[in-house]
């Protein structure tokens, strides 16, 4: 990796297919903490196709999804960590009656548990909102959403 990094001083952008491939998960982190001090310092664009989610949730800025030959999703990572929420509840899946700018992105079980909603909130109202007691809310994570949004 560091031979391409090296091979690649005039580059603007960086296109990397699974670098960590293979790597034990020390190394991983300490590849993608390199790749992402080089963008940094040289002020280049890295784009890191991989499977590997954890990877790319402690080092990206941006994501896209792509699935099936399309994209499914392009954005802001900080925004979408902060937007996407998992909501369960002890005895019954909750209402799904949202609020203004809430969306349902998956009631699935496999994903959410039995009884819990995956919900999009653009409009910040979850953070603030009290919710009943039974009922929990804890952040998706990369994985989870990527699951919801590709099944």
């Known amino acids: 990796m560091l031979l391409v990094l ?3 001083r005039g580059c603007e ?50 994501i896209s999804i792509l699935h099936r030959n399309a994209i499914l999703l392009q954005s802001d990572l900080e925004e979408l960590r902060e937007q996407v929420w998992i909501v369960e509840c002890e005895h019954a899946a909750p209402d799904a009656s ?9 009631a699935k079980a496999a994903i959410v548990g039995e009884n819990g909603l995956m919900l999009r909130d653009h409009a910040s109202v979850l953070s603030s909102h009290q ?6 809310r804890r952040k998706a994570t990369l994985e989870e959403f990527f699951l919801a949004v590709t099944s």
């Open 6 to 8: 090296l091979l690649s």
């Open 13 to 62: 952008v960086l296109l990397l297919d699974e670098p960590a491939d293979g790597l034990d998960p020390q190394t991983r982190i300490e590849l993608y903490q390199v790749i992402r001090r080089e963008a940094n310092d040289r002020n280049i664009t890295v784009l890191v196709a991989t499977h590997v989610l954890s990877d790319i949730e402690r080092v990206a800025d941006d």
């Open 98 to 106: 949202l609020p203004s700018g809430v969306e349902l992105v998956t």
């Open 131 to 136: 919710l009943p007691n039974e009922m929990r």
